[in-house]
């Protein structure tokens, strides 16, 4: 069963603190995505990355950047945590072909304060 | 205007009824149409894609695109308790575009 897992399925944060949500998948694949997902506002890209050490920018990169070390892990990386970041994120992965079936974890609920 | 404009709903059925979900767009460019739908409290889960126009179906959902009209639509028929989810559509690949999701009540 293909699974991508997500570090915490709920953050409370600080306005200014650094904060890292990483996500780990077990099928191989090379694409590896960042969400953000807000209400009335559906999914928005962050970052994604196609191979390892290899990001590119989405939709939305300010105030966020990515680590991909190994293929399996990408990490989401809120360099200086305000409050509106305060929002789902999910991670998602795909082949490196087939972009159209991705498969997500679970997310991370992200509350900063 | 958005890219992609999906009505949020809610929507509330009866259990048995035909559903039907939609989506326009805007980007002519989109080749690849899909729907995922979204439990409470999980991440998205691929449902169906289609290539270009025309539809597809699988089980007791059938998904459409109309790609003169830039319309998409899911349609799930006897619809279950179980299918009560958030459905979200996507275009696009390498630039894939969500839809802000219809949040879906089946009701036995």
């Known amino acids: 069963d293909v699974k991508v897992t997500q570090s915490s399925r709920y953050l409370v944060k600080r306005t200014g603190e650094k904060v890292f949500l990483e996500c780990v998948q077990d099928?191989?694949?090379?694409?590896m995505f960042w969400y953000r997902q807000d209400p009335g506002l559906g999914l928005r890209l962050i970052y994604f990355s196609y191979d390892v050490k290899m990001k590119e920018k989405g939709d939305i990169p300010e105030g966020y950047s990515v680590s991909r070390e190994k293929k399996e892990r990408f990490s989401l990386i809120l360099e200086s945590a305000s409050t509106n970041q305060t929002s789902m994120y999910l991670c998602?992965?795909?082949?490196?072909?087939?972009?159209?079936?991705?498969?997500f974890g679970p997310g991370t609920r992200l509350l900063v304060l | 205007q958005k890219e992609v404009e999906q009505d949020p709903g809610p929507l509330s059925v009866p259990e048995g009824a035909i559903v039907s979900l939609n989506c326009t767009y805007s980007?002519?460019?989109?080749?690849?149409f899909m729907w995922y739908r979204q439990y409470s409290r999980k991440g998205p889960e691929l449902l169906m894609y289609?290539?270009?126009?025309g539809n597809k179906e699988d089980g007791r959902f059938t998904a459409q695109v109309d790609k003169s009209s830039k319309y998409i639509s899911l349609f799930i028929r006897d619809s279950q308790p179980s299918d009560s989810a958030t459905y979200l559509c996507?275009?696009?690949?390498?630039?894939?575009?969500f839809g802000a999701g219809t949040r879906l009540t089946v009701k036995p």
């Open positions: 980007n002519s460019a989109f080749q690849y």
């Open positions: 099928m191989d694949h090379e694409n």
């Open positions: 998602a992965s795909s082949l490196r072909d087939s972009q159209e079936t991705q498969y």
């Open positions: 996507a275009m696009g690949r390498n630039d894939m575009r």
């Open positions: 289609t290539y270009s126009s």
